[in-house]
């Protein structure tokens, strides 16, 4: 490969137009310009929906080649035209990880993922298994070589895509809400690994992100995205942050320390869950848990502790040892002794993976559907009515005829939030809601919650990754330990909450 001059930006879009539909009004990328300089880290921020994923998706060549109209502009690569290489010569400038990892992996287990990747780059036979292992070391993923990508967890799936990632040797990098399901300590460890990269090998780093907190010590420069991915602001950074808080505040997007301390509720907690000397294997053993009625209930832990399999065993989707009992109606009862259709009447699920959940050809019909089946009570116009208040207020409005698997992650969470909560069960659970979002989203769907809360007594159990936010909107905490559920004390919280914003 040539030595490029300096100067010349790694990736860079000029005056790019693009819409997935052929005769659609809707421009997601609208004369939309970007350079990002070599050897830098670059992190992008922006709303959700606002044309980041898709920017990334041409910048790859994802698109337009595998859909999508691209009118007008260009792409280039280290100043080469990126729609007169190949995919193999366009992975050695820059390589991508998707927002959802399952998207991208081609086999079943990571070894040979890995192996694939390197077949794709034409190594040597001989030389794989030292590449893979080598790289999986790296990455602390040796553990997890041989075992089937679908049964890691969210954030164990993240890792493997990095892995995969950075094991191509791309003179660039573009990675799109890396750490969405990746605990703190591990999303920091990897920020470490990448500086030493961009450090050491000058290795070319951009990311796309809401959540700035592990990225503002690291990044050389901060760029603000608008609607249509039009650039608001860049050359931001952390020396110069403080001087742009009133940006994030008017685009309504995350910066550290915004989410306010919670108001505590009064009164005695009444049991809705309650988990006694709880075992599922390989993950918990003998755990002990009492979740409040008409609260939310944060559920802390690192990635692939088992927060998601507990919210399938409560749903009656796994074994498990000692007990486990819920109320949903007339006193706590052994979950394992309830219908599945009693038990879905009292309590719905947030997946982590909201296209897990989708039932219909479109946002509109995602909702009226959701509204139909729980709500037959209300006639026809009241339902509609309903579904585009909602869909309004959810930012969602102007995407009702897309499918919902044409959405930003981001919409996808917020739709399938919207779809489950028109169920008005008792209980919900909800597996990192805030994937995805901005700041104003997030806070959107955590003040409906909270007003269900209020209102309606709902009860809500979160898994996140995000402690800020725990502290801020949950009025217990719960953290896996050792394979314990140990309550986080009111001073924790406290404590844990100023930590949140100091961060």
């Excluded at 890691?152 to 995969?164: I, P």
Aim: charged residues 25%; negative net charge; contains cysteine.
């Amino acid at each position: 490969m040539d030595q490029i001059p300096t100067s010349v930006p790694a990736i860079e879009l000029e005056h790019v137009t693009f819409r997935y539909f052929e005769h659609g009004k809707h421009n997601v990328l609208e004369d939309a310009s970007i350079r990002i300089p070599q050897g830098k880290i670059t992190v992008i921020a922006g709303n959700s929906g606002c044309g980041k994923s898709t920017m990334a998706a041409v910048a790859d060549g994802l698109y337009p080649e595998n859909g999508g109209i691209l009118s007008s502009g260009q792409v280039r690569l280290f100043g080469q035209p990126a729609g007169e290489m190949s995919p193999a010569a366009r992975s050695r400038y820059l390589s991508m990880m998707f927002q959802n990892p399952d998207l991208q992996f081609c086999m079943d287990t990571l070894r040979k993922e890995l192996r694939f990747c390197l077949e794709n780059i034409c190594v040597p036979v001989e030389k794989m298994d030292e590449e893979v292992e080598r790289w999986a070391g790296k990455m602390d993923m040796t553990p997890f070589l041989d075992r089937k990508l679908y049964t890691l967890s969210g954030g164990e799936k993240q890792k493997a895509a990095l892995t995969c990632l950075f094991l191509l040797g791309s003179k660039a990098i573009l990675m799109d809400e890396p750490f969405a399901n990746i605990d703190e300590d591990g999303a920091r460890e990897i920020v470490q690994w990448i500086v030493r990269q961009n450090r050491e090998q000058g290795l070319t780093v951009a990311a796309i992100d809401h959540r700035l907190d592990y990225w503002l010590p690291a990044a050389d420069e901060i760029i603000v995205m608008g609607k249509g991915g039009k650039i608001l602001e860049r050359g931001i950074n952390r020396e110069n942050f403080e001087s742009h808080r009133s940006l994030f505040d008017r685009e309504g997007l995350y910066y550290p320390g915004r989410y306010e301390q919670k108001v505590q509720e009064e009164g005695a907690e009444v049991p809705a869950l309650v988990l006694e000397k709880a075992s599922v294997k390989g993950l918990l053993d003998e755990a002990c848990a009492v979740i409040p009625k008409g609260r939310i209930t944060a559920l802390l832990g690192p990635s692939g502790c088992g927060k998601t399999t507990l919210f399938y065993t409560l749903l009656g989707k796994g074994a498990y040892g000692g007990s486990i009992k819920a109320d949903f109606g007339g006193g706590l009862k052994e979950i394992s002794s309830v219908r599945p259709k009693e038990r879905f009447l009292h309590m719905g699920i947030v997946f982590q993976n909201p296209g897990n959940q989708f039932i219909t050809q479109n946002v509109y019909q995602e909702v009226e559907e959701s509204y139909r089946r729980w709500q037959p009570q209300k006639d026809e116009k009241e339902q509609k009515e309903q579904v585009e208040e909602q869909l309004r207020s959810y930012g969602l409005g102007q995407y009702r005829k897309y499918s919902p698997y044409m959405l930003s992650q981001g919409q996808q969470r917020r739709l399938a939030v919207l779809a489950s909560l028109a169920g008005n069960q008792e209980f919900l659970l909800l597996d990192e809601p805030t994937y995805g979002q901005d700041y104003r989203s997030t806070m959107a769907i955590m003040e409906e919650l909270q007003e269900k809360v209020r209102r309606d007594g709902l009860t809500v159990l979160m898994a996140t990754h995000d402690r800020a936010l725990a502290h801020a909107v949950s009025s217990v905490i719960y953290e896996v330990k050792d394979r314990k559920l140990v309550r986080v004390s009111s001073d924790e919280q406290e404590k844990g909450g100023q930590n949140g914003a100091e961060n």
